[in-house]
């Protein structure tokens, strides 16, 4: 039996103001169901959007300066108050941006002037489960690099940064820690509209993918892979690109992410990810 | 500038290597079973009930950034418990202005009450004052005291919980205290000097 101290609020000895004060107090309430789904439902967001939607304050500039402005067009997105969506003529959405619909708003294409996602309409996800490709293709993450890699890719998203004020504009902290709404996931759209809707799409996708991760890497990199086919030119293509590299080594691919991951750090020193991969690189080496 | 080298599809289809990671747990796994003690060392830092989702959001976006570089030397628990208290610190250092209009309610529950505090506080206004002294406290003291006061855990399980040895939450235990009577002495001398 070990010594226990008495209990200040049980003793005779103590001063009866602390006393009584002590036994007023009520002890710590329990984390209620109602509290754990709406914490978990604000984390999923968190976990979909590893470099996006955390700690965008800090890292806005780096981002910005490393990934020009295409991302820093994301973020600037990403970040915009849902009343200045509104203003914009933009769907009133969530701050994460997560499409709530799967067909833009026929009044958000047309303040977008239209602006359709090269390579998004060449395939829809529709026609992709009806048919999955082969085995030996399934897992190609050759393509998904290819096509999108974060290294040589050009922005393409000037639409998007004409259509919102630079990030420096909404001094809002991150969504990621206050402010996220619940918003139910739906299946990406077929055609990004707008580049609001497509980085939703984006985002919609990677944040599946991340989801699986874990669990289901296969499975993620089939999402992964739809997502390159979608967006060849991704604002999200390095997320894209850690996420590759995560499911590759949960998968059992240590030496392929380990491969990945070095050409990743060379090219993008000192990203919010550079722990994760130098871990993976680490890993496979022992 | 580095170039990506083709990769040849096949080699992305072999059979898992033997350096295979083992599985970690994600943030989500972290959130799922441990959540719950975040929630209530959250509440034993004094964050307010209306602040709770906010800041246990905050304590995962950390988690999530960190958990690569947690290395199992500590327990999952002794992990968390240092992150929240870090982040329960700033939070509670941003929201001073809202501390100080609480102990402002405080003064009026005092000015009410114009007898002898020790016993004119009805059990509500106990709470309440026991509430505005324990934020008088810095956060790792005000936990340890609503943990074995209040809670009235077990100085083993506080142990467990801090990853410190047992001998050490009796001297903090001691502290705490001390740090608790001097804020009760301030109240009663504030108290007494409004009847004058």
Redesign the interface.
Known sequence: M?F??E???DSADV????R????????????SAT??M???R???K??AAPVVA??VGLWSKVVAAAFGAGFASALAVISVSPALRKKLGGEPVSSLAVASSPSPSPRASASMGGFSAPGAVAETPESESESPPP???R????HI??SG?A?SRVPVVPDAARAVPAISAFPEPAP???G?EETPVAPPPASATSPDTRLSAEVQLLQQAR?M??VDPNGALDVLNRHARLFPDAALAMEREVLVIEA?????????AR?RAK?LL??SPGA?YT??LQ??VA??T? | MNVRTPMNVFTLLKAPEETALPPEPSVEDVYRSHADFVWTALQRFGIRAEDLDDVLQEVFVVVYKRLPSFRGDAQMTTWLYGISLRVASVHRRRSHVRRERDMLELEDIHSVDSTNPEDGLAERQRRSVLEALLDELDVEKRALLVMFEIDELPCEEIAAILGIPVGTVYSRLHAARRAFAKAVDRFRSRAKGRQR
Do not use: Q
């Not at chain 1, 001063?15 to 602390?18: E, M, R, Y």
């Not at chain 1, 009584?20 to 984390?31: E, N, Q, V």
């Open positions: 070990t226990e101290p209990r200040w609020k001063d009866p103001l602390t009584d004060l002590l036994r007023a107090g009520r002890k710590t309430p329990a984390f509290a754990r709406r914490g978990e604000r984390l999923a968190v976990a955390i700690g085995a030996r293709d897992y190609s993450t050759n690099v290819r890699s290294r990621a820690l206050s996220l989801a991760v874990n590759l080594a949960h998968s059992g691919r240590a030496t392929d491969e050409e060379a090219s919010l722990a994760r871990r993976i890993k496979g022992r």
